[in-house]
C-alpha cells in the first residue's frame, strides 16, 4: 500500500523556520514527482512546490521563492521542504504528493490531478 506521512509542522513565529518532511512507505519516491501542496482555511489548495523525480530540478509558487527550498533524499525515500523567513500568510495544512515522475512541469507543479498519492496534512502556523 502506497503512504505519505507528512511531519515537521508546528507554531513558529513570524520570521522563523521549518522543515517538513515527506516520508513514503509501500514504495520506492525514485520514479515519482513530489509536490508539496498547502490549503488554508476558506482557501482553495495550492501547489507550493514540486521536484522531478531526478532531484535535478524544481518549480516554486512566487508566494514562497526565495523563502522556500525542496529536496529530496532518495536513500532516505523522504522528500523536504525546508521554510525560511515564515509569514502568516504561510499558515495552512501541507501535504505532499507524489505523481508521475516520467516528465516534469515546465513551470508550476500542476493540479491536484497530477498526483496519485497523497499524506494526511501537517500543520504550519506562523503567528506571533
Known amino acids: 500500500q502506497l503512504r505519505l506521512v507528512e511531519s515537521g509542522g508546528g507554531l513558529v513565529q513570524p520570521g522563523g523556520s521549518l522543515r517538513l518532511s515527506c516520508a513514503a512507505s509501500g514504495f520506492t519516491l525514485d520514479y515519482y514527482t513530489i509536490g508539496w501542496f498547502r490549503q488554508a482555511p476558506g482557501k482553495e489548495r495550492e501547489g507550493v512546490s514540486c521536484i522531478s523525480s531526478s532531484g535535478y530540478t524544481a518549480n516554486y509558487a512566487d508566494s514562497v521563492k526565495g523563502r522556500f527550498t525542496i529536496s529530496r533524499d532518495n536513500a532516505k525515500n523522504t522528500v523536504y521542504l525546508h521554510m525560511n523567513s515564515l509569514k502568516p500568510e504561510d499558515t495552512a495544512l501541507y501535504y505532499c504528493?507524489?505523481?508521475?515522475?516520467?516528465?516534469?512541469?515546465?513551470?508550476?507543479?500542476?493540479?491536484?490531478?497530477?498526483?496519485?498519492?497523497w499524506g494526511q496534512g501537517t500543520q504550519v502556523t506562523v503567528s506571533s
Open positions: 504528493a507524489a505523481g508521475n515522475g516520467n516528465s516534469f512541469f515546465t513551470e508550476g507543479c500542476g493540479g491536484s490531478h497530477e498526483y496519485d498519492s
